[in-house]
């Protein structure tokens, strides 16, 4: 396992930089740049990327990302990213008293014993937490090398030079003496730190809190609130005691209203939730502008103009620099090691010219059938274009069911219209004999545990009455946590 922490950052005196955050087709970026003790905002944006990183060419992502740097009149080359905390594999282990050589290639073994997957697939770094009492506790994080690669050959095809792969949580948070509970709110879900002792202690993406429905954003509170209360009570006595406030970060919206059902929801922890809407001046270490947006992009730039080391860094090692320094300081047995290496090199350099000609011999078999799987292809595309109207889920089905089994038989409460929008709202209008009677069908309804936001629009006449309601259908049940 390498822990990339020892490896000497590199820019550390850069006085301009990017900073980046990537967060499921999400981009943001900001430009800053260092004057003496302050920093300045000189370009930011925020943009929604059309192609996936990790599946399209470098070179059209990368292309992409020029043209929003363009828009954005940003110039500067150098940068730092935040990975996506979807994408980190973390693992935790109690470190014994050990010598480091020791703490290392034990921490090596709980790392390919906890991961689930091969460990040479991923890049990996540890932080380690001095907590009181307890002794010392690691947290080994893992990201994948081929995610990795990807973005940051789209990076360097976009004209960028990435300087450091990291998460944005830990920039928010930086790890202090002190224990701290961050939450940061993404595209898709939430991500929850808590640092003490140094370093990070826990760190996990909560999936299932975020609903992205078309652009609308929707919270499940719930969802954090029982896996807020499930992770504080892992935790060792000697943090948790120590364990004072609740930062959040993310959407000025979306973190008030999280703010608002989280001290609803864990009053009894007595700790206070604090909506984090801009940095204290000295925050990094260096002046920050008042209206700097709080961001992970920005965090992670003003980290390194500040001279930070980052918690986490998964910036692949360059072996270039790596025989440099063998070139210039090997002697005697490195000198040999340095061969054995240069030999190990060469290996490579043969095992991707073999994966080259196969790659080539693939895509001349490609080149014959390319004409017929274009055709195919059409033919798919002609055929979801003009395919049944009706959803294969049978959801519209499964609406009209629920609606028949609530509707009594005796036919006091009949329906005229239904009307379904969206697959998942639905309208109904229709007439019934008495208030009770048509209350007695709501109640069936929302009994039913797949409605939701059950509404009565309108009410005419008396006997027999004119109504309208409408409710929402949702997949699973609406009271499943």
């Known amino acids: 396992m390498i822990d990339l922490k020892r490896i000497t950052s590199r820019g550390a005196n850069a006085t301009s930089l990017i900073?980046?955050?990537?967060?499921?087709?999400?981009?943001?970026?900001?430009?800053?740049?260092?004057?003496?003790?302050?920093?300045?905002?000189?370009?930011?944006?925020?943009?929604?990327?059309?192609?996936?990183?990790?599946?399209?060419?470098?070179?059209?992502?990368?292309?992409?990302?020029?043209?929003?740097?363009?828009?954005?009149?940003?110039?500067?080359?150098?940068?730092?990213?935040?990975?996506?905390?979807?994408?980190?594999?973390?693992?935790?282990?109690?470190?014994?008293?050990?010598?480091?050589?020791?703490?290392?290639?034990?921490?090596?073994?709980?790392?390919?014993?906890?991961?689930?997957?091969?460990?040479?697939?991923?890049?990996?770094?540890?932080?380690?937490?001095?907590?009181?009492?307890?002794?010392?506790?690691a947290t080994f994080v893992g990201m994948p090398r081929g995610h990795v690669a990807a973005l940051e050959a789209a990076l360097r095809a976009a004209g960028l030079k990435p300087e450091s792969f990291s998460l944005g949580i830990t920039a928010l948070q930086p790890p202090g003496a002190d224990t701290a509970l961050a939450l940061t709110i993404g595209e898709s879900h939430v991500g929850l730190q808590i640092s003490s002792g140094g370093g990070v202690l826990v760190l996990r993406a909560l999936e299932g809190a975020v609903e992205n429905t078309g652009g609308r954003v929707t919270l499940h509170t719930d969802v954090i609130a029982r896996e807020l209360r499930i992770t504080l009570g892992q935790l060792p006595d000697a943090a948790r005691s120590s364990l004072r406030s609740l930062r959040v970060f993310g959407p000025r919206e979306l973190a008030q209203e999280l703010e608002t059902e989280l001290q609803r929801r864990i009053s009894a922890l007595n700790l206070p939730v604090d909506v984090v809407t801009r940095f204290d001046a000295k925050e990094f270490g260096v002046s920050v502008p008042m209206d700097a947006p709080v961001s992970a992009a920005f965090s992670l730039a003003a980290e390194k103009l500040a001279g930070r080391a980052a918690a986490f860094d998964f910036l692949p090692p360059k072996i270039s620099q790596w025989q440099q320094m063998m070139s210039r300081h090997g002697t005697g047995k490195l000198r040999k090691v340095g061969l054995v290496a240069a030999s190990v090199v060469g290996l490579v350099v043969v095992a991707f010219l073999v994966q080259q000609i196969i790659l080539w011999r693939y895509q001349s078999r490609w080149a014959d059938m390319k004409t017929q799987v274009t055709d195919l292809e059409a033919t798919q595309a002609q055929i979801k274009q003009y395919r049944p109207w009706f959803d294969e889920s049978a959801r519209s089905l499964s609406i009209l069911r629920q609606l028949t089994l609530s509707f009594p038989e005796d036919g006091v409460v009949t329906a005229k219209t239904i009307e379904i929008r969206e697959a998942n709202v639905v309208t109904c209008t229709g007439t019934a004999k008495d208030m009770k009677s048509l209350l007695a069908v709501q109640k069936k309804l929302f009994a039913?545990?797949?409605?939701?936001?059950?509404k009565l629009n309108r009410i005419q006449g008396k006997s027999p009455m004119q109504f309208t309601f409408d409710f929402r259908w949702v997949e699973g049940g609406s009271h499943a946590n």
């Open 19 to 137: 900073g980046l955050a990537l967060e499921g087709s999400r981009l943001e970026g900001v430009w800053l740049k260092r004057s003496g003790d302050a920093l300045q905002v000189a370009g930011s944006f925020a943009v929604t990327l059309t192609l996936d990183p990790l599946t399209a060419a470098p070179e059209l992502v990368g292309r992409e990302i020029r043209n929003h740097l363009d828009a954005a009149e940003i110039r500067e080359r150098r940068c730092v990213v935040a990975l996506p905390l979807k994408w980190a594999l973390a693992g935790h282990a109690k470190v014994p008293q050990l010598a480091d050589a020791d703490a290392t290639s034990f921490l090596q073994l709980e790392a390919e014993r906890s991961f689930p997957c091969d460990v040479a697939t991923l890049i990996t770094a540890t932080s380690r937490c001095k907590l009181a009492g307890d002794g010392e506790q």
């Open 448 to 454: 039913s545990g797949n409605v939701a936001d059950l």
